[in-house]
């Protein structure tokens, strides 16, 4: 039991952790004070259900059903692809760099 609590910390501890996508957007959000509460408690709400998901066995049911399996993969890809391209395309126009451009 214990054994399996410490894998459950470290994996959250993890998780929270490393800065992805979805933490640098918080951060971002948080930072231009761009609806930060909300951006903050939906992220929050997303991860439990994720969390809640996985430990509840969606791993499991993916496994089982390979149409489920690939519109998850295939969502993941194209949701990545989007907020890439958006990513990329603030960090290429010329405004990016602009102090006082009227975001804040």
Known sequence: MWQSYLNGLLVA???IM?????NAYVLAQSLRRE???????LCI??????VAAG????????????TLLAVARWGGVVFLLWYGAKAL??????????????NG
């Open 13 to 15: 501890f993890g998780l």
């Open 18 to 22: 490393a800065i992805g996508t979805q």
């Open 35 to 41: 609806h930060h509460l909300s951006v903050a408690v």
């Open 45 to 50: 709400l997303c991860d439990a259900v994720l």
């Open 55 to 66: 430990v509840f066995g969606l791993a499991n049911v993916l496994a089982h059903n390979p």
């Open 89 to 102: 395309r603030r960090a290429i126009s010329p405004q990016s760099l602009l102090e006082g451009d009227g």
